[in-house]
């Protein structure tokens, strides 16, 4: 049985202008850390029987296809939670080992990916767990609003970083849209 694997060529793309931008050692911790974050999900999905159709990469992550309509809610929110618990994990073994810039990979993107806003893990966990506990409208109502609430709240905490960050000068020329100018291009 072969895995259909489909990388966009948008992906590739970012990869090179990260790797210029940022160098090969960064690129490489979070690359090393998204295969162990989609290495979680692949565990927890074979370990509860789960057929792996296909890998999608694209700009925004990447994407296990399954064949999950047999799966409960409890065996879907765990393989949803595997991922991040990857990272999570990894993150205090490579802080352990001295490799600060693979655990700071790692920390970022599984507690990124823990945030209550789909399509990212937490706002599928926080569906599934609502949907188990109170029924799939329930779930679907939470996940919604939860995840409204929550990018907004991103949204003003970035807003009052760069605005602070603009005060002492520290990133004046990353600084080419804003809120407090009605939006405009600056």
């Known amino acids: 049985m072969s895995t259909d694997i489909r990388i966009s060529p948008g992906f590739c793309l970012l990869v090179g202008w990260f790797a210029t931008i940022n160098g090969w050692q960064l690129l490489a911790?979070?690359?090393?850390?998204?295969?162990?974050?989609?290495?979680?999900?692949?565990?927890?999905?074979?370990?509860?029987?789960?057929?792996?159709?296909?890998?999608?990469?694209?700009?925004?992550?990447?994407?296990?296809?399954?064949?999950?309509t047999a799966l409960s809610y409890?065996?879907?929110?765990?393989?949803?939670?595997?991922?991040?618990?990857?990272?999570?994990?990894?993150?205090?073994?490579?802080?352990?080992?001295?490799?600060?810039?693979?655990?700071?990979?790692?920390?970022?993107?599984?507690?990124?990916?823990l945030l209550p806003v789909r399509p990212l893990d937490g706002g599928r966990a926080l569906y599934l767990a609502a949907a188990w506990l109170f029924g799939p409208a329930a779930g679907e109502r939470a996940a919604r609003w939860t995840g409204t609430a929550t990018a907004l709240g991103v949204v003003v905490c970035l807003e009052e970083l760069m605005r602070q960050a603009e005060a002492c000068g520290c990133c004046r020329r990353w600084r080419v849209f804003s809120w407090r100018h009605g939006g405009r291009f600056l």
């Open 29 to 68: 911790a979070v690359l090393g850390a998204a295969a162990i974050h989609e290495a979680g999900h692949y565990a927890a999905l074979r370990l509860l029987g789960t057929r792996i159709l296909g890998l999608r990469i694209g700009l925004l992550g990447a994407v296990l296809e399954t064949d999950s």
């Open 74 to 113: 409890g065996g879907e929110l765990a393989a949803v939670l595997a991922g991040p618990v990857a990272n999570l994990l990894s993150a205090v073994v490579l802080t352990a080992l001295g490799l600060e810039m693979a655990a700071g990979a790692h920390l970022v993107l599984g507690a990124f990916n």
